[in-house]
């Protein structure tokens, strides 16, 4: 469930996440951006079971993610959001990060996706 502005937070955290370690491998991210970025995974790891490292899995740390109800974590979803904010502050302003698509299926969220969908009729 999405919060009053729109976030669905497990997303929200899952892309904090990737987006965070995407930075650090590239080489272009400022000590605000790591110290946020490692702040985020602490709080990720102190919800998961037995304090577990975040794993690299997009859908693995979802399914995890929304089983032990990270999204419910206000402080979980302000520090993802930090992250966002440092690595995109314009796509942050413009709202960017703020998707809502509760049960939605078959649909790609973000930029330059690419998605082919076969359909099979009985």
């Not at 102190?46 to 859908?59: F, H, S, Y």
């Amino acid at each position: 469930m999405g919060d009053a502005d729109g976030v669905e937070p497990v997303t929200l955290i899952v892309a904090a996440l990737v987006a965070g370690a995407a930075a650090g491998t590239q080489g272009v991210v400022t000590t605000a951006v790591t110290d946020a970025y490692e702040g985020l995974k602490a709080l990720v790891r102190a919800r998961l079971p037995g304090g577990r490292e975040v794993g690299d899995d997009p859908e693995e740390l979802t399914a995890e993610l929304e089983r032990v109800q990270a999204g419910d974590d206000p402080a979980l979803v302000a520090a993802a959001r930090k992250v966002m904010t440092l690595l995109d502050a314009e796509g942050a302003r413009a709202a960017k990060y703020q998707v809502n698509a509760p049960h939605a299926m078959g649909v790609q969220i973000g930029d330059n996706t690419t998605q082919t969908n076969t359909f099979h009729v009985p």
